[in-house]
């Protein structure tokens, strides 16, 4: 396996898990084990951020192009439009 599919699975494998605790957080009535999967989500998210960085030097990701302003006006558009039933 290369160094560029590992990168790219431990960023899938990350953000799972970060999907999870955003799933879970909310569901948690007890206040110490919400607070120990904010910790955990955290971590991740640094982890994640480093990561990316690495990717992105390395060239292994490549963001999508900015949107354009047009683009911008357009989804603002769709969002804020009354819904129709």
């Avoid at 599919?5 to 953000?15: E, H, K, R, Y």
């Avoid at 084990?33 to 390395?58: F, G, I, P």
């Avoid at 949107?67 to 819904?83: D, F, R």
Wanted: charged share 30%; glycine share 4%; proline share 4%.
């Amino acid at each position: 396996m290369d160094e560029r599919t590992m990168v790219s699975d431990a960023l899938v494998g990350i953000n799972g898990e970060l999907k999870m605790f955003g799933d879970m957080i909310p569901q948690t009535e007890n206040k110490e084990l919400r607070q120990c999967l904010k910790q955990l989500r955290n971590e991740a998210e640094m982890s994640q951020e480093k990561l990316y960085h690495v990717a992105r030097e390395k060239s292994y990701y490549v963001p999508a192009a900015k949107a354009t302003q047009q683009e911008i006006e357009h989804v603002k558009s769709i969002l804020t439009q009354p819904t129709q039933r």
